[in-house]
T-cell receptor, first 116, second 115 residues
Framework: AQTVTQSQPEMSVQEAETVTLSCTYD???????LFWYKQPPSRQMILVIR??????QNATENRFSVNFQKAAKSFSLKISDSQLGDTAMYFC?????????????FGDGTTLTVKP | ETGVTQTPRHLVMGMTNKKSLKCEQH?????MYWYKQSAKKPLELMFV???????ENNSVPSRFSPECPNSSHLFLHLHTLQPEDSALYLC??????????????FGEGSWLTVV
């Protein structure tokens, strides 16, 4: 079974600053995917960024980027130029290749507050 | 995003009531899921449907009854619920997992309060 750990229950950052959310996972699989989801107060889980484990290059989506360290089983999310709209709970998720996406393993989440 | 829509967004029901939650996806996906999200608890997968067939039931009490009439619609029928069932119920969908990276896409959730 896979586990996903987000060690920071809460974080805060000043607007326009950069913040990094940590995520570690444990698996014996070699082929898998990792995701970060954002859940704002509206409660919809929004996919922020995805990473294939076989790709060494870190994924980037506009102000969001990841630092994927496969050997260390670490998958942190960096948010640059933080905006007030980034205030949300962020979930890290693991998905084994070839399985139903719904069976992804989610971390407990990190609540991020962006302060003006 | 409006690819996955859930109704109603808020529902208050008594313990003896019967109600249903509805989910509809417009993404052409063929797998759909129900999750329960409670405060201070991790996201809990309840049911998995692939091509309208239920492939997983994670020991969910029978007072929750899912229905998937087609690949685009998913229902969660509720009856004789308990106060501890109060939570946010999220629906999600995804493409065939055998076709590579296909993360779940979520709806906005249905807030359920059992009184």
């Amino acid at each position: 079974a896979q586990t996903v750990t987000q060690s920071q229950p809460e974080m805060s950052v000043q607007e326009a600053e950069t913040v990094t959310l940590s995520c570690t996972y444990d698996t014996s699989e070699s082929n898998y995917y990792l995701f970060w989801y954002k859940q704002p107060p509206s409660r919809q889980m929004i996919l922020v960024i995805r990473q294939e484990a076989y790709k060494q290059q870190n994924a980037t989506e506009n102000r969001f980027s990841v630092n994927f360290q496969k050997a260390a089983k670490s998958f942190s999310l960096k948010i640059s130029d933080s905006q007030l709209g980034d205030t949300a709970m962020y979930f890290c998720a693991f998905m084994k290749h070839g399985t139903n996406a719904g069976k992804s393993t989610f971390g407990d989440g990190t609540t991020l507050t962006v302060k003006p | 995003e409006t690819g996955v829509t859930q109704t109603p967004r808020h529902l208050v029901m008594g313990m003896t009531n019967k109600k249903s939650l509805k989910c509809e996806q417009h993404l052409g996906h063929n797998a759909m899921y129900w999750y329960k999200q409670s405060a201070k608890k991790p996201l809990e997968l309840m049911f998995v449907y692939n091509f309208k067939e239920q492939t997983e039931n994670n020991s969910v009490p029978s007072r929750f009854s899912p229905e998937c009439p087609n690949s685009s619609h998913l229902f969660l029928h509720l009856h004789t619920l308990q106060p501890e069932d109060s939570a946010l119920y999220l629906c999600a969908s995804s493409q065939d997992p055998r076709q590579g990276i296909n993360p779940p896409y979520f709806g906005e959730g249905s807030w359920l309060t059992v009184v």
